[in-house]
Every structure is written in C-alpha cells, then in structure tokens.
C-alpha cells in the first residue's frame, strides 16, 4: 500500500486534511475540551495590511473552500499517525478529534465589502460557536484567504528556485559563521503561506538541507519539526508548537488578569501531566507583556522550572534574552540551586517574531554570549518569500493578516504586547489590564486588531 501522506502536494486542493494545521490549535483543543469544555467564542479576522485589497473573485474562491471545511475528517491513518508523533493525546481527546465535524455554514460568517472600485474590497470574518470546535478555524482559514490572495490578486511570481531557496536557508542556520552554535530551529509558515504547494516545497528543501548536514558529519544544528501537523507526519519530521494567546487571552477574561500567566500554566499542567512521553512545557510570555509574566513566573519556583522554554513573540528580543536569563537564575536560586548546578542547562527562548535567517543567526550569537539557549520558530520568510516574476529586484509581499481570539461567554478579550503602542482588542478592557497589573499605559497608540 502506498504512504497515504505522499500524495504530491501540486495535486492537493485545500482544504484536504483536519490534520493541515499547526500543532497547538491541537494542544490547545484537548486543554479546552479538559477545562472549557462549554466555553463559547466570537474570534475575528483582522488584515494588518488593509492597503492589499482582495478582488471580488478572490474572495468568492475563499469563501467556498472555507465552507468546504466541514468535509474534512480525521482518517484512522491520520489518527494513528498523529497518536505516535504525539503519546501526550489521550485517547479522549482523539476519539473526539475523530468524530468531529466543523460545521462552517453556521460558525463561519464572511463577508465582502467593496471599495468605490466594486470588485475590489476588504473582507471581514467572524467566528462564532463552542471553543472546542472553532478553535481549528483560525489557521486553515488564514491559509485559504492568503493562498485565494496569491491565486486571483497578486499573480506576478513563480514557483522557481523554492526548493533550493529553502535549502540554502537550512544550510545557512546549521552551519552559521565560527563561534556562533548551529541553530536549532522549525518551520512556523502555515498560517500565511503562498499556497500548500509552496509550504510543501519550503519542507522538502529544509529537510534535503539537513540530510546534507548531517551526511557531512556536522553536529548541533537541528531541523526541529514543522508547526503543520500533516506535513511533519509526511516527512517524519516532528510536529512543533507551543501556546497561542489565545489560551492565556481566555483565562485572563475569565478569571482576572492577575495571576492569569500562572494560572494558565496550571491548567496547562493539569491537562498535560509529567511523566514518559509528556508534552514540552514552552510558555508564550508577551500576553499581557513580558513585565508582568516574569512576576508570575517567579512567584512558583518549581513550577518555573518545569516550564523549560519560554516563547518570546514581540519586543526586543535581546533585552528578552537578559530578562530571562536573570528570571531562571532567580527561580533556581528560589528553589535552592545554586550557580553550581547548572540552573540554565537544558533551558531555552523560542524565538518567534518576525524571523529570517540574518535575524535568527543574530539572535542565536546573543543567546551564546549570555550563556542561554535557544530556538527559533521560522515562519512567513521561509513559506511566502518570493520576488516578482517581472522584475525580480521587487518583494511580492505577503499579507499580514491574524485571527485573534475577541470574546469567551461574553467577556472581552485582550492582548497587550511588548512592541510599545501595540494592542488587540477592546481599548477599554486593555486599560483594565494595564490598571490591573501595574502597568504604564503604553498600548493604546495602535490597535492590531
């Protein structure tokens, strides 16, 4: 029988798989189901980037292939391949990954609005229904507006070269210049991919890279995984993720923004216990701002340092490096280490924010000088980095788009950032939080969603 997951990617018409989707929507749909079993959403679409507009074409396209998500299901070589690459899902949470059927029609509502030009406009998209099933939509439905984008739109590029580009992009972070440790690092590009060609393409080429390292006999640099789920399964690569903002966004509306980082790693903790094959612990730190997260992860030493990697995702990722260094000292010592004892060993930032191959190589020479380790989730510049077929000095630019996370049972829900002026959300409710946790109120210059 022949590998189901080889099917060529230049054949597949999205969406194809439930599985074509990053890892921690999953992670987080079995905490939810454990914890918010009940909960209720409203999450909305929001273009960063509202000079790109979408053709009246485009977003007939789009909004076909997002209905046509209820006929995606979990296939048994899907499940079984999902249960081995990730021994941390109970058998619970994939028997209701099994029988799940998202139902679009009646959660998903997506509309045009045309500008004076008619066929050329903005769209907007609500999600709305039970937190268990609508936290799937988010990923799949930005990959669907951005692949409509590049289909009908912005068709000035090629294919040419991807494979090799992304080749290089490998070999560059495993064997980066003397003195600077070889990366350790994953593919992050589903959400605003060019096409699922593209992101297949992007993975062949990151994998034939670090097959050319390591036949070199080179050590230390890693192809860590990719965030989609189907395509790690496809190229025996392992699945990568963290936590979004979403699940702290939803605890804080729920029960207060104080406290709401260790409270979030607690239920994280209780749906995902320790023990052989459980789930990393990597907590995404910028939520509510690095500054108040650090008081949350200094106030439980042990818990602390459990949670062996911390994502860093907005800010200045450099003076993050120092934070974090100094935090992990301070809880080691809290809990009765002493210097002696290695504290740093085995610890690491993920970095996540808006990364190239220059950036992350910079950033890897940092965590080196400050004794830290470290990791880097790489998306956008590896799955839509393209110049235009007419002139090739010219950047055909991705979209900048995000679905966030807006309301759970009719709270609403914030996010603050360490990018100063940089908010989403209700503007009201972010000066709550701010007020709540001693804040300086410095994310009210821009609102990003």
Known sequence: MSDPFRVPSEQVEIPFSILDNDLYKFTMQNA????????RVVIRFTNRSPQMLFSKESFEWIKEHVMRLSTVRLQQFEREG??????????SY??????????????????????????????????????????????????????GYFKFVDTDWNLDGQV?????????????????????????????????????????????????????????????GTSNVYL???????PSGTIAHEWIMAIGAKYGY?????????????????????????????????????????????????????????????????EAREAWMTVGKLAGMSEHDGILKGRRIVFSDGLDVKKAIDLQKGC???????????????????????????????LNIVIKLNQIDGKPCV????????YTGDLEEVKRVQKELHLPADHEGKRRG
Not at 181 to 194: A, H, K, W
Not at 370 to 392: C, E, M, Q, R, Y
Request: proline letters at 7%.
């Open 232 to 238: 790690a399964l496809k190229y025996g690569v392992p």
């Open 368 to 398: 080196d000088e400050h004794g830290v380790g470290a990791a880097f989730g790489i998306g956008t510049s590896l799955t839509n980095d393209f110049d235009k077929a007419s002139d090739p000095s010219e950047i055909s630019k991705p």
């Open 94 to 147: 994939l028997d209701f990954l099994s029988g799940l059927v998202l139902n679009p029609e009646e959660q998903v509502e997506m509309t045009f609005h045309p500008t004076e030009q008619n066929d050329w406009g903005t769209i907007q998209c609500a999600i709305t229904g039970l937190w268990r099933e609508c936290i799937l939509y988010e990923v799949p439905i930005m990959s669907i507006m951005s692949e």
């Open 258 to 322: 104080t406290g709401a980082n260790g409270r979030a790693m607690d239920l994280w903790e209780s749906a995902y216990p320790r023990g052989p094959g459980a789930a990393p612990l990597t907590m995404l730190t910028d939520t509510y701002t690095a500054q108040a997260f650090f008081v949350d992860f200094i106030a439980d030493p042990q818990r602390a340092l459990r949670w062996t990697a911390l994502r860093q995702d907005s800010g200045d990722p450099f003076k993050f490096v120092k």
């Open 415 to 422: 996010k603050l950032s360490d990018d100063k002026g940089k």
């Open 32 to 39: 939810v189901l454990k914890h918010f079993h009940d909960a």
């Open 164 to 224: 090799e580009k992304a080749k290089q992009k490998a070999l560059h972070m495993l064997s980066p210049p003397n003195g600077i440790t070889p990366l350790i690092f994953s593919e992050f590009g589903t959400r605003r991919r060019r096409s699922f060609h593209v992101q297949d393409l992007v993975m062949r080429g990151l994998v034939e890279g670090y097959e050319e390292y390591k036949a070199s006999g080179a050590k230390g640099g890693v192809l860590a």
């Open 82 to 91: 999902l249960a081995k690459a990730c021994p941390y899902f109970p058998d």
